[in-house]
Every structure is written in structure tokens, then in C-alpha cells.
């Protein structure tokens, strides 16, 4: 009896061996996460191709200074990696533009593929042709594709909050503005009322202080024109005095001396107005960049504003403030 079961056993083990060698398990490969920081992007291509048009159409786009800090910090940080390192390791990075040649083919094409070899990633294959138009693919499309990124970043950024969020702090916000956002645990309310919130996050590295605040509020939208940069902005700054300095009577401010760079885009089937700008500490000296999200809620009454400052005076900024703007864009449904 014994010999029996252990024979049935052995059967049992190798057809399920059989099964497992038979798969074809690349058709079938789990993906893993994708890796890599936030604003890292991958460039795959040959030398030749780097040192010509096309390699710089790439770092002109990819690499272009972000508007509104104070400090020159580039979209996103191109790192070049040639075709004969592009191995396992680099495929599963989060942001990555592959460009190809293609001599088969007269004309150049470009395709955006998701979670190619990872999960949450997002790929740019570019097939150069041969009459070399692959770098105008890139100089014409630069906006469409570079937006395409900063959504994916975003949306990785949110996925990310929802799992750390404060249930209690986003039912507030939503009972007081009506706003529905994704809020990590680590903000807190600084000043709340009626149709207006303030949540500030406040922590020190390497021995710096740094701060970043969102503020909530609607407005009345009864025409195009409150939409207008001007409008915006002096709403902003009768809001922004409730964020007071370290000198008694000092608050936030726009800057003047600095126009805010203005953008207006669609972002989950709604139209979005942005502006990015520096703000600045009437009565002492302090600044940093903002970020500021305006678009007109479901009832077609209200313009929602939400606004995202960063203080950071010994770190570079970009990140902390792509950190708000997916805060922001969470409330965009």
C-alpha cells in the first residue's frame, strides 16, 4: 500500500513538472513594479543617434527646465543608456523612451505602450525610418508626449497615497469645500473655515526645515474671465495672508516681480487651467515656487482652486512640488 501511494505520488509530481516545463512562460511572465525615482527617465539609444538631431530633440524636450522654480531643474532627469546595456535591470524602469532605427521603413513611427515590462510603467518607442524624420516625431509631439509622463507620474503618485491616506482629513475637506482629494496621513489642518482649507506638512532633513501647504476653496463661476491669470491670482492673494510668517504681521504673497508660467490642459475628460509661479513672505524673507489648479466643479457653479506652495531653501524643489500637484489632480473626476 505504501509503495502504491509513493508511486502515485511520483506520477502526481511529474506531470505537474510536465505542465510547468510546457508553459510558455513568457506569454504568461508576471510583471513586476516598475523601479526607478520619480522624474527619472530612461533614454535608450545608439551614440551616433545621441550626438545627432534626434538625441538633441530629446534633451531639449525631456530635459527642458520645469517653469516656475526658482532654481533651473530639469522636467525630468535623462539618463542615456546604450542599446547593448538596455538589459533586465533598466526594462523596468518607470519612464523610458526607446528609440530604434528602422531602415525597412521610409517613415518613422511612435507608439506609447503601458506596463511593457512592468507594472505602473510607461515606454516611448520611437522606430527611425530612414529619411530621419524620427527627430521631428519628437520636436512636434514634444507637449503631448511630455504630458503623457507627468500624467503617469501623477497617477503613480496617487495610487501611492491612497494607501497612506487620512480618511478622517479628505472627509473634512470634502464636508468643508466640497472637494474630493487622495491626502497622504502626514498633513494636517492649519486653518480651516467655510469653503476654505488649509493643510500644511512640516518635517526637517538633513537638518533643514522644509514646508508644504495646499490650499482648498471655491469661487463663483459665472464666466470665462475668472479663469484669466489676473483673477486667479488676486484671489490667490487675498487667501494667502492666512499663511503668516516668522515676523508678527507677515504672510504669503505671489511674487510680483514674476509672471506665472500659465497652462491649460484636459486631465480626466476636464479642462484644467495652471499656473506655476513664486510666491514670496511680505514682511520677511522667505519664498518658493507654487502651484496652482483651477477648474469648474460638476455643477458648473463653482470654479475649484487649489493651490500647492513648497518651502525648501537648501534642496532642489521639483519633487515636492510634483508631490502636491498629484494631491491636486486627484480632486480633477
Same mark, same amino acid.
Given at each position: 500500500?505504501?509503495? *502504491?501511494?509513493?508511486?502515485?505520488? *511520483?506520477?502526481?509530481?511529474?506531470?505537474?513538472?510536465?505542465?510547468?516545463?510546457?508553459?510558455?512562460? =513568457?506569454?504568461?511572465?508576471? *510583471? $513586476?513594479?516598475?523601479?526607478?525615482?520619480?522624474? +527619472?527617465?530612461?533614454?535608450?539609444?545608439?551614440?551616433?543617434?545621441?550626438?545627432?538631431?534626434?538625441?538633441?530633440?530629446?534633451?531639449?524636450?525631456?530635459?527642458?527646465?520645469? @517653469?516656475?522654480?526658482?532654481?533651473?531643474?530639469?522636467?525630468?532627469? #535623462?539618463? %542615456?543608456?546604450?542599446?547593448?546595456?538596455?538589459?533586465?535591470?533598466?526594462?523596468?524602469?518607470? &519612464?523610458?523612451? /526607446?528609440?530604434?532605427?528602422?531602415?525597412?521603413?521610409?517613415?518613422?513611427?511612435?507608439?506609447?505602450?503601458?506596463?511593457?515590462?512592468?507594472?505602473?510603467?510607461?515606454? /516611448?518607442?520611437?522606430?527611425?525610418?530612414?529619411?530621419?524624420?524620427?527627430?521631428?516625431? $519628437?520636436?512636434?509631439?514634444?507637449?503631448?508626449?511630455?504630458?503623457?509622463?507627468?500624467?503617469? =507620474?501623477?497617477?503613480?503618485?496617487?495610487?501611492?497615497?491612497?494607501?497612506?491616506?487620512?480618511?478622517?482629513?479628505?472627509?473634512?475637506?470634502?464636508?468643508?469645500?466640497? #472637494?474630493?482629494?487622495?491626502?497622504?496621513?502626514?498633513?494636517?489642518?492649519?486653518? %480651516?473655515?467655510? &469653503?476654505?482649507?488649509?493643510?500644511?506638512?512640516?518635517?526637517?532633513?538633513?537638518?533643514?526645515?522644509?514646508?508644504?501647504?495646499?490650499?482648498?476653496?471655491?469661487t463663483p463661476y459665472d464666466s470665462l474671465a475668472v479663469l484669466d491669470a489676473e483673477n486667479i491670482i488676486a484671489?490667490?492673494?487675498?487667501?494667502?495672508?492666512?499663511? +503668516?510668517?516668522?515676523?508678527?504681521?507677515?504672510?504669503?504673497?505671489?511674487?510680483? @516681480?514674476?509672471?506665472?508660467?500659465?497652462?491649460?490642459?484636459?486631465?480626466?475628460?476636464?479642462?484644467?487651467?495652471? /499656473?506655476?509661479?513664486?510666491?514670496?513672505?511680505?514682511?520677511?524673507?522667505?519664498?518658493?515656487?507654487?502651484?496652482?489648479?483651477?477648474?469648474?466643479?460638476?455643477?458648473?457653479?463653482?470654479? #475649484?482652486?487649489?493651490?500647492?506652495?513648497?518651502?525648501?531653501?537648501?534642496?532642489?524643489?521639483? @519633487?515636492?512640488?510634483? @508631490?502636491?500637484?498629484?494631491?491636486?489632480?486627484?480632486?480633477?473626476?
Amino acid at each position: 500500500m505504501n509503495k *502504491l501511494r509513493l508511486k502515485t505520488t *511520483l506520477v502526481s509530481i511529474t506531470i505537474a513538472f510536465s505542465f510547468l516545463v510546457g508553459c510558455d512562460w =513568457e506569454s504568461e511572465e508576471i *510583471l $513586476i513594479s516598475s523601479t526607478g525615482n520619480a522624474g +527619472d527617465l530612461i533614454v535608450v539609444m545608439d551614440s551616433s543617434m545621441w550626438a545627432g538631431n534626434i538625441g538633441l530633440q530629446v534633451r531639449k524636450c525631456f530635459s527642458a527646465p520645469q @517653469e516656475g522654480l526658482p532654481k533651473s531643474e530639469p522636467v525630468f532627469n #535623462v539618463i %542615456e543608456v546604450y542599446p547593448s546595456s538596455f538589459n533586465r535591470i533598466f526594462k523596468t524602469t518607470r &519612464n523610458i523612451v /526607446l528609440i530604434e532605427k528602422d531602415l525597412s521603413n521610409e517613415a518613422s513611427t511612435y507608439v506609447l505602450k503601458e506596463n511593457l515590462w512592468a507594472k505602473n510603467q510607461l515606454v /516611448l518607442v520611437v522606430k527611425a525610418g530612414r529619411n530621419k524624420d524620427a527627430a521631428e516625431i $519628437i520636436a512636434k509631439n514634444c507637449e503631448g508626449i511630455m504630458g503623457r509622463f507627468r500624467e503617469e =507620474e501623477w497617477r503613480r503618485l496617487q495610487f501611492a497615497f491612497a494607501r497612506l491616506s487620512d480618511k478622517a482629513v479628505m472627509k473634512k475637506v470634502k464636508d468643508l469645500t466640497g #472637494v474630493n482629494l487622495v491626502i497622504p496621513n502626514d498633513y494636517v489642518f492649519a486653518h %480651516e473655515e467655510e &469653503n476654505f482649507v488649509w493643510l500644511r506638512k512640516d518635517f526637517d532633513s538633513q537638518g533643514h526645515q522644509i514646508s508644504m501647504g495646499l490650499m482648498i476653496y471655491n469661487t463663483p463661476y459665472d464666466s470665462l474671465a475668472v479663469l484669466d491669470a489676473e483673477n486667479i491670482i488676486a484671489e490667490r492673494n487675498k487667501r494667502t495672508k492666512v499663511v +503668516d510668517g516668522p515676523v508678527k504681521g507677515s504672510h504669503m504673497s505671489t511674487y510680483e @516681480e514674476y509672471a506665472p508660467a500659465e497652462r491649460e490642459f484636459g486631465f480626466n475628460d476636464k479642462y484644467v487651467k495652471e /499656473l506655476r509661479g513664486l510666491w514670496n513672505m511680505k514682511g520677511a524673507f522667505m519664498g518658493g515656487p507654487f502651484i496652482h489648479y483651477s477648474f469648474i466643479d460638476e455643477t458648473g457653479k463653482n470654479q #475649484v482652486n487649489i493651490d500647492g506652495y513648497v518651502f525648501a531653501p537648501k534642496f532642489d524643489k521639483r @519633487e515636492y512640488l510634483r @508631490e502636491l500637484e498629484a494631491i491636486a489632480l486627484s480632486g480633477v473626476k
